[in-house]
């Protein structure tokens, strides 16, 4: 079995091709000579079902998909293998690396002024590595403050604790921990998963302080300058996520779908 460095480099690119995604939330299976990610479905504890869509025929057959493309699933259908069940599950956010650096264009003007109002209000310091338990800390009373809390959600807030155990002995794993008064205010976390591609995994911030959510999506995306594509994950169903996301204008948003298989 390859092993999971290949393997993220292999899937399709997405937040869920994350190395660490793989490692903390999936478990991998050999099949017909083929690697493949499951993850527990959040509906019924136990069972666990394909990621993503598998490239050989035979493993088809039978398959449940959390999140198939609609490329894809026109493969499935050019190969004659009925779909017995599609459902849209989610969608996820792609940006170009420079877009976020440089907001240019008059539909990013508020964000330019969100972001000059950050600067100018806030005496801060940008660090690119904290101490573990300030952060835990932080993140404890973060998520305290959440209204909304999907499964999704709960998932995503255990990969966050699991990556603070690696951020700082994996250099592709890049973080901005934002300080105001010598208090932890805000943290980010990306990967660089090719030489094109890198994922943001994580963002947490003290909305209290203005602009501090636009001006940490810039500051992470400098930190990956030199990678043209970032994989942004979906909302985790929650409303304000996607609002938030789809104003900074992604270069393309997938939608993926739920199906089952038929059998051969």
């Not at 894809?72 to 004659?80: K, S, V, Y």
């Not at 170009?96 to 100018?120: M, V, W």
């Not at 901005?176 to 980010?188: A, E, W």
Request: aromatic share 14%; glycine share 4%; charged share 30%.
């Amino acid at each position: 079995m390859e092993d999971l460095t290949t393997l993220s480099q292999k899937f399709r690119f997405s937040y869920f091709s994350s190395k660490y995604w793989l490692e903390s939330v999936c478990k991998i299976e050999e099949r017909n000579n083929e690697s493949l990610a499951l993850i527990e479905s959040l509906d019924e504890k136990g069972k666990w079902i394909l990621q993503y869509t598998p490239e050989k025929t035979e493993n088809l057959y039978g398959a449940e998909i959390l999140w198939a493309t609609q490329s894809e699933l026109d493969r499935i259908t050019d190969q004659e293998i009925s779909i017995i069940k599609n459902e849209k599950s989610m969608q996820e956010y792609f940006f170009k690396t420079s877009d976020l650096i440089s907001l240019d264009g008059s539909a990013n003007k508020q964000k330019r002024r969100d972001i000059r109002l950050f600067e100018k209000k806030y005496s801060f310091k940008l660090v690119h590595t904290y101490d573990k338990q300030k952060t835990i800390a932080f993140l404890k009373d973060w998520d305290q403050k959440q209204e909304i809390k999907t499964a999704p959600y709960k998932r995503g807030l255990n990969f966050c604790y699991y990556l603070l155990d690696y951020i700082d002995s994996d250099d592709n794993l890049r973080a901005n921990y934002v300080l105001i008064d010598n208090n932890l205010v805000g943290f980010s976390i990306g990967e660089k998963l090719t030489k094109d591609h890198w994922i943001g995994l994580h963002q947490k911030t003290d909305y209290k302080y203005l602009g501090i959510g636009r001006w940490m999506i810039r500051e992470r995306a400098k930190l990956f300058v030199d990678v043209q594509m970032i994989a942004s994950g979906g909302s985790m169903a929650d409303k304000g996520i996607a609002q938030f996301k789809e104003s900074f204008n992604p270069t393309k948003i997938e939608q993926y779908y739920h199906v089952i298989l038929n059998k051969k």
